[in-house]
């Protein structure tokens, strides 16, 4: 099992016509070649709930998410396995 180390970035995006606002949240790697899609997460709860679900404690992902409606924030030194990163989206 391979282990990845990144920063993960979530972007909020007021949206647009044919898209309403979201939050778009990237893995950026430190180092290597990857596929990273961006995982558009519509409301704050969700984003919580993705955090978490790649194993970040709640309470830091309430912290992160809460920091995210207003600005980007890059959420630093995220070491996770590829399998994790490749079933919630952050990698192909």
């Known amino acids: 099992m391979k282990k990845l180390i990144g920063n993960i970035r979530i972007t ?42 790649i194993k970040i404690g709640e309470d830091d992902a309430s912290r992160w998410a809460g920091r995210a409606k207003s600005s980007v924030i890059l959420i630093p030194s995220v070491e996770r396995s590829e399998e994790l990163f490749k079933e919630n989206g952050l990698l192909e």
Not at 38 to 45: A, C, L, N, P, Y
């Open 12 to 53: 909020p995006n007021p949206g647009t016509d044919t898209m309403g606002p979201h939050f778009e949240v990237i893995f950026v790697p430190y180092a290597g070649r990857f596929t990273t899609p961006t995982v558009r997460i519509t409301s704050h709860d969700d984003l919580v709930a993705f955090l978490t679900g």
